[in-house]
């Protein structure tokens, strides 16, 4: 059985009653924390100066789809949706079926899809989405208290959903994510945010080309007469 298939047999009957209608996104959130503090991770949402710069270094015409691992009450939903483009589409995945009940209610964006699941099934639900690919993976998962083997599970995953040239953009408050993802990301700049609460540490793990994708692109640009300097005498 699955993460996703797991949290849908234990969780979704919880859903049913639409729990946390009559609460606000800040009662939300919080209802949430107390049912499950592992795995949000933060009794507060990011702050709106953390969501600026851990988005500042997307590529928003290229990115088609955009995936948000742990979404809560979509505190980074609505920013991502105002900058995507019109044809682009956000999914976003979480285990707690009050937080996906909250955001099927309150977000109704065409481009805007919440998935009762879990982050190491990201290949299986994106692909069930009809899309072959994610442009960029965020995530605020607290990688330093899941469970054993699911932390790398989850990275290995992404890094394998991903597009070349895309990212998975990472924000905790210690560095154990950084170590998750050096697993499969040579490439990680990292950043931080004291203007949060707790102050935030920021990571960005790009996925480049590989070494046989960018020489396989070289020689079909050499073979191309079209591509070629110059005109014919």
Known sequence: ????????????HKAKGGIGRSLGPWGVFFKGFVQHPVMVGSIIPSSRYTIAKMLGPVDWDRCRLFVEYGPGVGTFCQPVLDKLRRDG???VIDTNPLYIDYLQRTITDPRFTAVLGSAADVEEIVGANGHDGADYVLSGLPFSTLPDG???????STHRVLRDGGAFLVYQFSNKARDFMARRFTRISSGFEMLNVLPCKLFWGWKDPSPAAVADACRVTEADPATMAGTPA
């Open 1 to 12: 059985m699955t993460g996703t298939e797991l949290a849908q047999e234990t969780s979704a």
């Open 89 to 91: 589409a956000l999914i």
């Open 150 to 156: 699911v932390g790398p599970q989850i990275v290995d």
